[in-house]
């Protein structure tokens, strides 16, 4: 690497590329001894550093840099395993160009001089021996390697990099949240109509409004994440016999979710719709569903710490879901009992899409992220009950536990904009085995055919907690 400059091993393209080999050689070897992740630094320009600035010999070292760079790319793309490449040259020349904001000096020339003077030119204002002498405000401590501010901006870099898929993988769980929401209110309309159908031949409208709240707790591999949405939902149903009802829901969705140690923003905005049918005779009932929708990730601004500063890089994409889900259960109680409490299993699945995306321009920092897959197969089973405290005031409530069977880790696959050609794939969050879910609510007859409801949803497993409140009107035509 640099020491074959230094030692003046490199003075040509061809002995540029051969030293690149053999840097990639060490990654090779570490790769066949059984290393699965490997961080290697490109060479900066070493030109642009106080051994060679200002000399004779800076313009054909940096050149000499790019060549042994290009060749190390080349071989790194070769190697089975997961080669995490640091754009450092890019990195250091963002940091030059805009010193002040990463809390170096910017009446400093940077690259020519150090802090401690040893083989190299001392800073005259920050340098070991000035009246002011202060190594965060110079970025080299000697002829060639930095101070300890410009290494915490080079580990800053490389950490951003490795967390970046802690937050990216949490994007199709803000859609698999949504898609609950969705599925819950649907779930607390059904259970507020239970045993109170509208007349055969007769429609139902229903009009929904709710929040939601989103809690992730960190994971060795996932970000700790903070998420709020609110929703609007419509939909109707239509009982064609004694004993079937069937309908059709659509619902629009904002959630926006905060994530990591510096709130890197995400927002999502979902529209589902929900066919389903319903049956209930003889103290037994089903229901079955068939949910599509369309996910518009409109904002996705990952935040990371770079030194003193803060990196920041956005984009955006799309993804679409499409979900199934049944129950059956039976009312211990009598059709025309004030009370009913019904034991019930559940099954239900999953499949979310999301697309890949580039985060925009070609800093050292933006990254493009390859397409996502989460996949979600569930059983569960459950209790679901109904007072009538009078004839036009009604109280249910709903439990369940429920067990995911798609639980493997998500992965995410990625490559640096300025080194496309050197992919890599981290570990990313992973879903949970149990989940407890519960609904409590009330519903209100306003007239014989428009009645007024209110719940409260809630949903946890060890690193997840979903909560939510909705306000709904149905009436009857």
Excluded at 8 to 32: E, F, M, Y
Excluded at 379 to 390: D, H, M, P, S
Aim: glycine share 10%; hydrophobic share 40%.
């Amino acid at each position: 690497g640099g020491n074959d400059f230094l030692q003046g091993r490199v003075l040509s393209a061809s002995s540029a590329g051969q030293a690149a080999n053999r840097l990639a050689d060490s990654a090779l070897a570490l790769q066949q001894a059984g290393a699965r992740y490997i961080m290697v630094w490109l060479l900066p320009d070493i030109g642009q550093t106080p051994a060679l600035s200002g000399t004779p010999l800076a313009s054909a070292t940096s050149a000499l840099s790019a060549v042994f760079n290009q060749q190390l790319v080349s071989r790194l793309a070769q190697i089975d395993a997961q080669v995490i490449p640091l754009n450092v040259p890019l990195l250091i020349s963002e940091t030059l160009a805009a010193p002040a904001r990463f809390g170096f000096d910017p009446n400093e020339n940077l690259v020519a001089t150090c802090f401690s003077g040893d083989s190299c030119r001392e800073s005259a204002a920050n340098g070991r021996s000035s009246a002011t002498p202060d190594p965060s405000r110079v970025f080299f401590n000697d002829r060639v390697h930095p101070t300890e501010a410009g290494q915490r901006l080079l580990a800053d870099y490389a950490y951003s990099l490795l967390s970046a898929p802690w937050e990216i993988s949490l994007l199709p769980e803000m859609a698999n949240g949504t898609l609950r929401m969705h599925q819950d209110e649907l779930r607390a309309q059904w259970l507020s109509d239970w045993g109170n159908w509208q007349g055969v031949g007769q429609w139902q409208s229903i009009i929904a409004a709710g929040g939601q709240k989103m809690d992730f707790d960190a994971q060795d591999s996932s970000a700790d994440a903070d998420g709020r949405g609110y929703n609007l939902t419509i939909g109707g149903s239509y009982r064609f016999a004694e004993h079937w009802r069937t309908g059709v829901v659509a619902g629009a969705y904002r959630q926006n979710l905060e994530a990591g140690a510096r709130d890197s923003d995400y927002k999502l905005n979902s529209y589902i719709a929900t066919a389903f049918l319903q049956y209930q005779a003889n103290h037994w009932w089903g229901d079955l569903a068939v949910s599509g929708g369309k996910l518009d990730y409109e904002n996705a601004e990952r935040k990371f710490a770079l030194g003193v500063s803060e990196g920041q890089e956005k984009g955006d994409t799309d993804g679409e879901m499409w979900a199934v889900s049944g129950r059956v259960g039976f009312d211990i109680a009598g059709a025309a009992s004030r009370w009913h409490l019904s034991p019930f299993v559940s099954a239900d699945y999953a499949h979310i899409d999301v697309d890949g995306y580039s985060e925009k321009g070609n800093r050292s920092t933006a990254l493009t992220f390859s397409d996502q897959t989460r996949k979600s197969r569930r059983a569960g089973v459950g209790l679901q009950g109904k007072f009538e405290v009078t004839p036009t005031t009604q109280l249910w409530a709903e439990v369940a536990r429920e067990r995911e069977f798609e639980t493997d880790q998500q992965n995410v696959t990625m490559a640096l904009n300025s080194v496309q050609s050197v992919d890599f794939t981290l570990e990313g969050y992973t879903p949970q085995r149990d989940l407890n879910r519960a609904t409590f609510g009330v519903s209100q007859k306003l007239t014989q055919d428009l009645t007024l409801r209110g719940n409260y949803n809630w949903r946890k497993n060890d690193d997840v907690t979903q909560q939510g409140v909705n306000v709904a009107l149905s009436m009857s035509f």
